[in-house]
């Protein structure tokens, strides 16, 4: 019999689930054998009220490793996460959304009430239309990270996650040991040539394709930072790189920081602002520089900018 | 000075007044001017509140 | 004392939503309602991004079809900025495009959808999932594990993610592909189009021919449809094309994307997050009702196969014309949507080996100039799920000022709704009802893919 397993999805876009399909054949053998899943919407028919729909309280099966994607941005995802921490001995964090609250967390940075109201008055949404509140869930004040919110016992970020460090976690679990992760920061990971800053005073916008030889090896391309482009690959975790480079630098594409900071509690922008500013760049070139954060909103990094407080006293 | 400049407008990005920070030359010789940045400094802080106040809703 | 049946979380199904069934005293359905749960607001957050980086940022919005929102965007952009990608951008991108709809499609149809056919829609449910599939039919569970895989991680190879990608940009795309790579992908796209061909005639014998009263039944309602067709032939395209909006006798008007406002309008109810997209332009406003349903269309794999006069590859055409011999034009039958899905799925096979075998291919101008300035653009593809639609408007700087998203599976969610009633009107009578047939109108949902 399996080791029981129950994967809940909160404010998710699925791609974390796509991520653990994508460990491939090595997954069939973990799911039908190692694990035992009483539990995940996604794949199985598992239902909160009984399977007829009768019951009041919503409820999840016990089970020995609970993981938990998406972060938590409304009522329903906050009673489905206790409710996993309740009957999990083991919860994982799986995905940067629920590590660190991800792409939705970029609401953070909005007025969400004013949002909200405007998202139903674009120009083809029906004149008069409010906000909806029939049987569905109050959103939260603002996104959440997962651990905001309960104990986390693992943390595994990535937008999306790293299959191959998915199937490490699990297996290390079922093994009993501690999982081999890799630390630091994307660059340990990204074998770009480096030559030095060179005449770089400014970062330029990604309007342009990278300077290359197509078909060359990646470790003969110079590193995107010293090409002008604004790559968050110094302040982003490790842990994409498959096939020997960071997947977005594998084609040509500077790191936007998905996998979130390096340390748990580092801050992406001001990192990144000290890294430019460390080699003589002018931060007034990053345009936006709130989205440094766009993965990394959680934990109160992200908030609505103050309009002048001239009233206040 | 660059790196004063970048605070004010990074503090911004995370949704502090700039105001809050304030950079002043005092030298021990100036007693006055050290008292009287103090005491601006202090009163206008006091008039733009707590910093947790960041969910009440602002002008 | 009537009582409401909550079955929550729908599985199988891409999103977060949960069926209401509300029945009366006498135990017969009374009203039934499809909430979706939940609400992000990309509209709003992606206002002061450089509109360069909103394509991957947009991708987040869906894990298993990013490609589709990360390309309407860069088309989207590309109006914006009035850019016209290069030649071999524009065919990379549409590549990569038609390779997700192969992965999306062998995704839905075996892991999500095949349990209710191949163990039974009354199955207990801790059997009547994937991993029910993979002990009753291992060699078959092989084979699917084995071909997703394969398509996924060509696509992870090529552009560096498979998952949230980041190769199409402004102007095209990122890098070049090289006659190396080039091989490749054939290889393995013509190991998928043989794939795919057996699953289209496994699902023909073994699935449609035994649920040929399920098919004719469950979830069956009549709408228009709307769908993508080559501007110049009127044949089934996912990448670019007109947008065709048919109304359910079969007659259909023919519009550009731009003009979508024109055409499309969204309908709001109070209980559920997601808007509901109509047919505007038929004047007939917006109603549910079974019997007399107004504005009502739907989008998807059954649309798109309706729509188009023909499909411009063989293999998939000779499937198209078997279908209608069956089922006419338009074809209502819900369940009809995974055999459309599956004659897409050969489509997308052979399209990505023409994409692949067009000699410009590997030409190393794959992205055009590009200059940051004002404007607005509308960027549609065809999600598996519906079509996309992305309309970006820019300031000077070059960055959002403001956003309209209507994303393919929401065209359904009054469909849905539809036939859910249907279903469970048809299903569930007297107070008799059990986990089985409350399974059942959950496939009505799941034909949808949403």
């Given at each position: 019999m399996g080791v029981t397993t129950a994967l809940e999805w909160l404010g998710s876009c699925s791609g974390c689930e796509i991520a653990i399909l994508n460990i491939g054949e090595a997954l069939v053998p973990i799911i039908?054998?190692?694990?035992?899943?009483?539990?995940?919407?996604v794949l199985m028919d598992h239902k909160y009220f009984g399977q007829c729909g009768e019951g009041v309280t919503l409820t999840i099966p016990e089970a020995v490793v609970g993981i938990v994607t998406g972060g938590v941005s409304n009522h329903e995802h906050l009673e489905v996460l206790e409710e996993m921490r309740k009957k999990c001995k083991v919860l994982i964090a799986l995905g940067t959304c629920a590590t660190h609250g991800g792409i939705p967390a970029l609401m953070n940075g909005q007025d969400r009430q004013q949002s909200w109201?405007?998202?139903?008055?674009?120009?083809?949404?029906?004149?008069?239309?409010?906000?909806?509140?029939?049987?569905?869930?109050?959103?939260?004040?603002?996104?959440?990270?997962?651990?905001?919110?309960?104990?986390?016992?693992?943390?595994?970020?990535g937008c999306p996650p790293n299959p191959e460090l998915i199937a490490e976690v699990i297996v290390s679990l079922l093994e009993n040991r501690a999982p081999v992760l890799p630390g630091k920061s994307v660059c340990d990971t990204c074998p770009t040539r480096r030559e030095g800053k060179g005449d770089v005073e400014k970062v330029k916008r990604f309007i342009t394709?990278?300077?290359?030889?197509?078909?060359?090896?990646?470790?003969?391309?110079?590193?995107?930072?010293?090409?002008?482009?604004?790559?968050?690959?110094?302040?982003?975790?490790?842990?994409?790189?498959?096939?020997?480079?960071?997947?977005?630098?594998?084609?040509?594409?500077?790191?936007?920081?998905?996998?979130?900071?390096?340390?748990?509690?580092?801050?992406?922008l001001l990192d990144m602002m000290n890294a430019l500013a460390s080699n003589g760049i002018d931060y007034k070139s990053v345009v936006d520089r709130r989205s440094l954060l766009r993965f990394s909103g959680a934990h109160g990094m992200l908030r609505p900018v103050k309009k002048r407080a001239d009233k206040e006293d | 000075m660059t790196r004063s400049d970048m605070?004010?407008?990074?503090?911004?990005?995370?949704?502090?007044?700039?105001?809050?920070?304030?950079?002043?030359?005092?030298?021990?010789?100036?007693?006055?001017?050290?008292?009287?940045?103090?005491?601006e400094m202090t009163a206008r802080i006091k008039k733009l509140g707590p910093v947790n106040r960041q969910d009440a809703s602002v002008a | 004392m009537g009582k409401v049946l909550n079955i929550a979380p729908v599985s199988r199904i891409e999103g977060h939503a949960k069926i209401a069934i509300h029945l009366d005293d006498q135990g017969n359905v009374q009203d039934s309602f499809l909430h979706i749960q939940s609400l992000r607001g990309f509209e709003k957050f992606i206002e002061g991004r450089p509109?360069?980086?909103?394509?991957?940022?947009?991708?987040?919005?869906?894990?298993?079809?990013?490609?589709?929102?990360?390309?309407?965007?860069?088309?989207?952009?590309?109006?914006?900025?009035?850019?016209?990608?290069?030649?071999?951008?524009?065919?990379?991108?549409?590549?990569?495009?038609?390779?997700?709809?192969?992965?999306?499609?062998?995704?839905?149809?075996?892991?999500?959808?095949?349990?209710?056919?191949?163990?039974?829609?009354?199955?207990?449910y801790a059997v009547r999932n994937v991993i029910g599939v993979v002990k009753a039919a291992p060699e078959l569970a092989t084979q699917v594990v084995k071909m997703r895989?394969?398509?996924?991680?060509?696509?992870?190879?090529?552009?560096?993610?498979?998952?949230?990608?980041?190769?199409?940009?402004?102007?095209?795309?990122?890098?070049?592909?090289?006659?190396?790579?080039?091989?490749?992908?054939?290889?393995?796209?013509?190991?998928?189009?043989?794939?795919?061909?057996?699953?289209?005639?496994?699902?023909?014998?073994?699935?449609?021919?035994?649920?040929?009263?399920?098919?004719?039944?469950?979830?069956?309602?009549?709408?228009?449809?709307?769908?993508?067709?080559?501007?110049?032939?009127?044949?089934?395209?996912?990448?670019?094309?007109?947008?065709?909006?048919?109304?359910?006798?079969?007659?259909?008007?023919?519009?550009?994307?731009k003009d979508y406002t024109q055409y499309l309008g969204e309908h709001v109810e109070p209980w559920g997050y997601s808007k509901m997209p109509y047919a505007k332009s038929w004047n007939e406003g917006f109603d549910m009702n079974l019997a007399a349903p107004k504005g009502i269309y739907r989008a998807n794999t059954l649309a798109r196969i309706n729509v188009c006069d023909k499909i411009s590859t063989p293999k998939a055409q000779a499937a198209l014309e078997a279908f209608r011999a069956s089922f006419g034009r338009p074809a209502q039958q819900t369940l009809l949507y995974h055999y459309a899905r599956l004659i897409e799925l050969v489509y997308a096979c052979e399209r990505t080996i023409e994409l692949l075998e067009w000699e410009g291919i590997t030409d190393p101008k794959v992205r055009a100039k590009v200059e940051p300035k004002a404007g607005r653009g509308v960027g549609i593809v065809e999600a598996p799920r519906g079509t996309l639609i992305h309309d970006y408007t820019t300031d000077d700087n070059g960055c959002i000022v403001k956003a309209n998203l209507i994303v393919g599976t929401t065209h359904n969610i009054a469909p849905m709704n539809m036939s859910v009633k249907q279903a469970a009107t048809t299903l569930i009578k007297n107070g008799v009802y059990n986990q089985g047939l409350l399974n059942q109108v959950e496939m009505a949902v799941r034909a949808y893919d949403p």
């Amino acid at each position: 019999m399996g080791v029981t397993t129950a994967l809940e999805w909160l404010g998710s876009c699925s791609g974390c689930e796509i991520a653990i399909l994508n460990i491939g054949e090595a997954l069939v053998p973990i799911i039908t054998e190692a694990l035992d899943i009483v539990h995940a919407p996604v794949l199985m028919d598992h239902k909160y009220f009984g399977q007829c729909g009768e019951g009041v309280t919503l409820t999840i099966p016990e089970a020995v490793v609970g993981i938990v994607t998406g972060g938590v941005s409304n009522h329903e995802h906050l009673e489905v996460l206790e409710e996993m921490r309740k009957k999990c001995k083991v919860l994982i964090a799986l995905g940067t959304c629920a590590t660190h609250g991800g792409i939705p967390a970029l609401m953070n940075g909005q007025d969400r009430q004013q949002s909200w109201e405007e998202v139903y008055q674009t120009v083809t949404t029906d004149p008069g239309a409010q906000i909806p509140n029939v049987e569905v869930p109050a959103p939260l004040d603002r996104v959440y990270a997962c651990d905001e919110k309960v104990k986390i016992d693992m943390q595994l970020p990535g937008c999306p996650p790293n299959p191959e460090l998915i199937a490490e976690v699990i297996v290390s679990l079922l093994e009993n040991r501690a999982p081999v992760l890799p630390g630091k920061s994307v660059c340990d990971t990204c074998p770009t040539r480096r030559e030095g800053k060179g005449d770089v005073e400014k970062v330029k916008r990604f309007i342009t394709n990278a300077t290359f030889k197509p078909g060359e090896p990646i470790d003969q391309m110079r590193c995107l930072l010293e090409q002008g482009y604004l790559c968050m690959g110094p302040v982003t975790a490790a842990g994409c790189a498959k096939r020997g480079a960071p997947a977005c630098i594998s084609a040509r594409v500077p790191c936007r920081g998905c996998f979130g900071p390096v340390r748990k509690d580092g801050n992406q922008l001001l990192d990144m602002m000290n890294a430019l500013a460390s080699n003589g760049i002018d931060y007034k070139s990053v345009v936006d520089r709130r989205s440094l954060l766009r993965f990394s909103g959680a934990h109160g990094m992200l908030r609505p900018v103050k309009k002048r407080a001239d009233k206040e006293d | 000075m660059t790196r004063s400049d970048m605070i004010v407008e990074l503090l911004g990005d995370f949704g502090y007044e700039p105001e809050r920070f304030s950079l002043t030359w005092v030298s021990s010789a100036e007693p006055d001017k050290f008292v009287a940045a103090v005491t601006e400094m202090t009163a206008r802080i006091k008039k733009l509140g707590p910093v947790n106040r960041q969910d009440a809703s602002v002008a | 004392m009537g009582k409401v049946l909550n079955i929550a979380p729908v599985s199988r199904i891409e999103g977060h939503a949960k069926i209401a069934i509300h029945l009366d005293d006498q135990g017969n359905v009374q009203d039934s309602f499809l909430h979706i749960q939940s609400l992000r607001g990309f509209e709003k957050f992606i206002e002061g991004r450089p509109a360069e980086e909103v394509p991957r940022i947009v991708n987040r919005i869906c894990g298993i079809c990013p490609w589709m929102h990360h390309l309407a965007s860069n088309k989207a952009v590309d109006g914006a900025f009035g850019v016209t990608p290069t030649e071999t951008g524009y065919k990379l991108r549409e590549m990569c495009q038609v390779m997700a709809h192969i992965n999306d499609k062998i995704l839905h149809f075996f892991f999500l959808a095949a349990p209710d056919f191949v163990l039974g829609p009354d199955a207990d449910y801790a059997v009547r999932n994937v991993i029910g599939v993979v002990k009753a039919a291992p060699e078959l569970a092989t084979q699917v594990v084995k071909m997703r895989q394969l398509g996924q991680m060509m696509l992870d190879k090529f552009a560096g993610k498979a998952i949230h990608p980041i190769a199409g940009v402004v102007g095209g795309f990122a890098k070049p592909m090289i006659e190396e790579e080039r091989q490749e992908l054939l290889a393995g796209t013509r190991t998928l189009l043989d794939f795919a061909c057996f699953a289209l005639d496994f699902a023909i014998n073994n699935v449609f021919a035994k649920y040929l009263d399920v098919i004719s039944d469950l979830g069956v309602i009549k709408t228009g449809f709307l769908g993508t067709v080559d501007r110049a032939d009127g044949s089934l395209r996912l990448y670019d094309g007109k947008q065709r909006l048919m109304k359910p006798d079969g007659s259909y008007v023919d519009f550009e994307g731009k003009d979508y406002t024109q055409y499309l309008g969204e309908h709001v109810e109070p209980w559920g997050y997601s808007k509901m997209p109509y047919a505007k332009s038929w004047n007939e406003g917006f109603d549910m009702n079974l019997a007399a349903p107004k504005g009502i269309y739907r989008a998807n794999t059954l649309a798109r196969i309706n729509v188009c006069d023909k499909i411009s590859t063989p293999k998939a055409q000779a499937a198209l014309e078997a279908f209608r011999a069956s089922f006419g034009r338009p074809a209502q039958q819900t369940l009809l949507y995974h055999y459309a899905r599956l004659i897409e799925l050969v489509y997308a096979c052979e399209r990505t080996i023409e994409l692949l075998e067009w000699e410009g291919i590997t030409d190393p101008k794959v992205r055009a100039k590009v200059e940051p300035k004002a404007g607005r653009g509308v960027g549609i593809v065809e999600a598996p799920r519906g079509t996309l639609i992305h309309d970006y408007t820019t300031d000077d700087n070059g960055c959002i000022v403001k956003a309209n998203l209507i994303v393919g599976t929401t065209h359904n969610i009054a469909p849905m709704n539809m036939s859910v009633k249907q279903a469970a009107t048809t299903l569930i009578k007297n107070g008799v009802y059990n986990q089985g047939l409350l399974n059942q109108v959950e496939m009505a949902v799941r034909a949808y893919d949403p």
